[in-house]
């Protein structure tokens, strides 16, 4: 049974940083595409950063880029999503996802398997 567990999530000022963690159990995240996805109140989920299996590749939402850094501890079946300068605009559910296919994709319904999430909120 493959579980995706998130942790790091809490309550951050404007400006301040955070570090999530995805650890996965029941596949091997080496073998696949990861992602992470926000879905803040009353908005649709939305795509934010995915790496490559190899790590070499990793892409953004033009959102985020420069402030957010997305990476991966095969060995530690973990991926993780460092986040710097954070905005309120930022407060949401952030979720780590795996996608079984060969190339980082933004569309939600190309990921597979899906973490609980867990929750930002970044205070004005």
């Known amino acids: 049974q493959v579980q995706l567990v998130e942790s790091g999530g809490g309550l951050v000022q404007a400006g301040g940083s955070l570090r999530l963690s995805c650890e996965a159990s029941?596949?091997?995240?080496?073998?696949?595409?990861l992602g992470w996805f926000r879905q803040a109140p009353g908005k649709e989920r939305e795509f934010v950063a995915g790496i490559s299996r190899d790590a070499r590749n990793t892409y953004y939402a033009d959102s985020v880029k420069g402030r957010y850094t997305i990476s991966r501890d095969n060995g530690k079946n973990t991926v993780y999503l460092q986040m710097n300068h954070l905005k309120p605009e930022d407060t949401a559910v952030y979720y780590c996802?795996?996608?079984?296919?060969?190339?980082?994709?933004?569309?939600?319904?190309?990921?597979?398997?899906w973490g609980q999430g867990t929750q930002v909120t970044v205070s004005s």
């Open positions: 996802a795996v996608d079984l296919g060969l190339v980082v994709r933004p569309d939600s319904s190309r990921y597979d398997y």
């Open positions: 029941g596949l091997l995240v080496s073998r696949y595409i």
